[in-house]
């Protein structure tokens, strides 16, 4: 049996609580789901944001967020998968990336939804920008990536 | 092949993407960077610092001594910031 694995990029917001229950509907052999949300930060005082923008590269984003759920299927027993990415304009507080995570005992779950967002930080084709807050509509620019996160992803290294 | 580029790649070249058909001796992804560095302004402003910017063949991350030759979509783009 295959593990049933949802991968969605979309503009619009996800339903937290409606993806965790699709995992266990009509099954009773799971017993752990994790669940990781990322969300857009305000940022303070001079580094406070009115609005990130997420650009995307369509087809690559599917095809790379499925690459890394396949291997986490192969290394951890998983009974199932969900990861929603959103692109577009988002504020503060907003939603940008869902990780669910199912199996029968928590290890898995832990561990795979850890290496998920480790690999969507540093391998995900998505940019972020920001706008300042304040109105200045030309104070936009993009965010960097981090070397901290590629040193997470390269944890995961076998 | 279909060239794509994005965030500040984009930008700089100005161009969401472009059709190009680069010589034969245009083996490799840093061959094609080379090679479009050299057809304007915009490309080497892009490419400024080459170790910063990354590479997808079909959907797939690339090195950039990875060969051209077979691809239908190339692009080009910054570290990634996703997630």
């Known amino acids: 049996m295959t593990t049933p694995v949802t991968i969605r990029i979309q503009s619009a917001d996800f339903d937290i609580a409606a993806e965790i229950a699709a995992l266990t509907k009509a099954r009773h052999d799971v017993g752990a789901v994790v669940s990781f949300s990322g969300i857009c930060r305000g940022g303070e005082g001079k580094d406070a944001i009115a609005a990130m923008t997420l650009e995307h590269y369509p087809g690559m984003a599917e095809a790379e967020i499925g690459r890394h759920v396949s291997e986490a299927i192969t290394r951890w027993p998983l009974t199932g998968v969900t990861v929603i990415h959103r692109y577009g304009r988002v504020v503060p507080g907003d939603n940008i990336v869902l990780v669910l995570t199912a199996s029968v005992h928590r290890e898995a779950a832990f561990q795979a939804a850890e290496f998920l967002m480790d690999f969507l930080k540093t391998s995900a084709p998505f940019w972020k920008s920001e706008e300042r807050a304040g109105g200045d509509s030309s104070s936009t620019s993009w965010v960097d990536a981090q070397a901290h996160d590629d040193n997470a992803a390269a944890r995961w290294k076998k | ?83």
Do not use: C
Request: charged share 25%.
């Open chain 2, 1 to 83: 092949m279909k060239v794509l580029y994005f965030a500040w790649v984009r930008e700089r070249i100005g161009k969401t993407e472009e059709t190009l058909d680069p010589p034969a001796d245009v083996r490799t992804v840093a061959d094609l960077m080379q090679w479009l560095v050299a057809r304007g302004e915009e490309y080497a402003n892009a490419f400024a610092s080459p170790k910063t910017i990354r590479a997808a063949i079909d959907h797939t991350h690339v090195k950039p001594d990875t060969v051209i030759a077979g691809a239908r979509e190339i692009a080009f783009f910054p570290p990634m910031t996703g997630g």
